[in-house]
């Protein structure tokens, strides 16, 4: 397996054999593929001397990235429910015509969305609140 990285030794790409690349790389084991795949745009190599390695903590830094997509995802997802959210409460004919509990159900439903980056479980395993019917 190829390694692509630019000249900070960021990783920045794989590719498995029998690709052939201009750009910079090192070739390691397939058996790392896994790993590696995840810590793309995220790790960078170890300078050894005489060449470039795997940082001997890749696992832990490709935990590290799979969390923050995760966070990025849910943050995004997030946002899209609170656009949606926005078109029906920022429109006042519509929403004008909701009952108080309505408005005090779709103004809790906001807040619990603005609220579900610091829910248990976040970014893993939460819970997202229910759109009031």
């Known amino acids: 397996m190829l390694i692509l ?5 960021l990783i920045t790409g794989i590719q498995t054999y029998p ?4 750009l910079t ?27 470039l390695e795997l940082p001997v903590n890749i696992e832990i830094l490709a935990e590290e990235k799979e969390l923050i997509d995760l966070t990025d995802k849910a943050r995004i997802d997030r946002d899209f429910k609170l656009m949606q959210l926005d078109s029906i409460v920022s429109n ?3 929403f004008n015509g909701f009952s108080d509990e309505q408005k005090t ?3 809790d439903y ?3 969305l603005l609220d579900i980056t610091v829910s248990e479980g976040f970014p893993t395993n939460m819970t997202w609140p229910e759109i009031p019917d």
């Open 5 to 9: 990285h630019d000249e900070n030794n």
């Open 19 to 22: 690709l052939i690349t201009n």
């Open 25 to 51: 790389h090192i070739i390691i084991d397939d058996s790392n593929f896994d790993v590696v795949s995840k810590s793309v745009n995220y790790a960078h190599l170890v300078d050894i001397g005489n060449g």
């Open 92 to 94: 006042p004919l519509r």
């Open 105 to 107: 159900a779709y103004a």
């Open 110 to 112: 906001r807040q619990a």
